[in-house]
């Protein structure tokens, strides 16, 4: 997605050159995601597919359900979620409240003041 799930991917490729056991998979929840964003956008994101390690596309055309269905894929295979994320609704508020239920430690991250809190079920912990 634009914005922070780009520049995560971006900073997992330059990691890559200097820990070559890092690996990307980018988890798409439709072909045509691009097909609505600026041609600057469509390219950069073009540029990390073509550099990521797997590609998962979980339909080919957008719907909603295709984007909760990404962020549920995303929550079913992580052991942690590192979430930008200033408690607004939205996609990163259902991900962190599905990874929540599912027992998932949760990293929130402010987006304006940085600040770093740790979730695991009910219990939350500065870090």
Not at 12 to 19: F, I, S
Not at 70 to 81: A, E, F, N, P, T
Not at 100 to 120: K, M, N, S, W, Y
């Amino acid at each position: 997605a634009l914005g922070v799930d780009m520049l995560a991917a971006e900073v997992v490729l330059k990691m890559r050159r200097a820990y070559p056991e890092l690996s990307l998979t980018c988890v798409l929840p439709c072909r045509d995601q691009a097909s609505r964003w600026n041609e600057a956008d469509r390219l950069r994101h073009q540029a990390i597919l073509l550099q990521a390690d797997g590609i998962v596309c979980l339909q080919e055309n957008y719907s909603r359900a295709a984007m909760l269905a990404r962020d549920r894929y995303l929550v079913q295979h992580s052991d942690c979620v590192l979430a930008v994320f200033n408690g607004s609704p939205g996609g990163t508020k259902y991900t962190v409240d599905c990874a929540l239920q599912a027992g998932r430690r949760v990293v929130r991250i402010d987006p304006l003041t940085f600040e770093r809190t740790e979730d695991f079920g009910q219990i939350r912990l500065p870090i």
